[in-house]
């Protein structure tokens, strides 16, 4: 409102529609989605003589399911600037969404090597690149890390349930899952099966499997 033409604010405006979408904030997911569309757009406007904002594209790319291209653009935003750990956080993002759960888990570690920041939202990236690669005890140890830090995460008991249940602990698989009952009493398989990030075939059923064990609907 205060400067129309400020370039960098469409940039972040748009990943704030996108977490609209990821936090399940909206009613109308895919106007979220479209509205980052259009911040993206207008950024390239204003800014003709710099690059596309490939780190934003990315996770539009993302929800679009478009994977192949999403690790391009963050590929392309980690070229521009390879000592910003955001950048390398998109490629992490963008690698693990397309099931390349080993090298989501590299690209991760660089953030953190580059950044003297932990988010929540980065150890959440690396906790299911590691439950990915089937490598449960370190993504437990990640999860209870997010819950420590914040009681009422969402994702990590998410996380948690799928973790516990497949390394055979189903007590407390069932104690993870009705925590995303209490934080979450909308969730539901059926919503989350069509979110960009469950992705397709083996890995998907096993999350959804292990869920279901866990006592999720």
Request: hydrophobic letters at 45%; glycine letters at 6%.
């Amino acid at each position: 409102t205060l400067d129309p033409n400020f370039a960098a604010a469409y940039r972040t405006l748009g990943f704030s529609y996108l977490d609209d979408f990821w936090y399940r904030l909206t009613a109308t997911p895919e106007k979220s989605v479209k509205m980052a569309e259009q911040a993206a757009e207008k950024f390239s406007a204003l800014s003709p003589g710099q690059s596309p904002p490939h780190g934003l594209l990315s996770v539009i790319r993302l929800v679009r399911k478009d994977f192949a291209k999403a690790v391009w653009h963050a590929e392309k935003a980690v070229e521009q600037s390879p000592n910003d750990p955001g950048g390398h956080y998109s490629l992490a993002l963008a690698l693990r969404f397309a099931e390349r759960f080993e090298e989501a888990i590299k690209a991760q570690e660089t953030s953190f090597r580059l950044s003297p920041l932990r988010p929540l939202t980065w150890i959440n990236n690396l906790a299911w690149a590691h439950l990915g690669s089937q490598h449960y005890d370190r993504a437990i140890s990640l999860y209870l890390e997010m819950i420590e830090r914040s009681p009422d995460s969402l994702f990590a008991f998410q996380g948690l349930a799928i973790a516990y249940e497949l390394s055979g602990d189903h007590e407390k698989a069932r104690w993870a899952a009705e925590n995303v009952m209490r934080i979450d009493p909308a969730f539901s398989l059926v919503r989350e099966e069509k979110m960009a990030w469950m992705g397709s075939g083996a890995y998907k059923q096993r999350v959804l499997d292990a869920w279901i064990r866990a006592g999720l609907k």
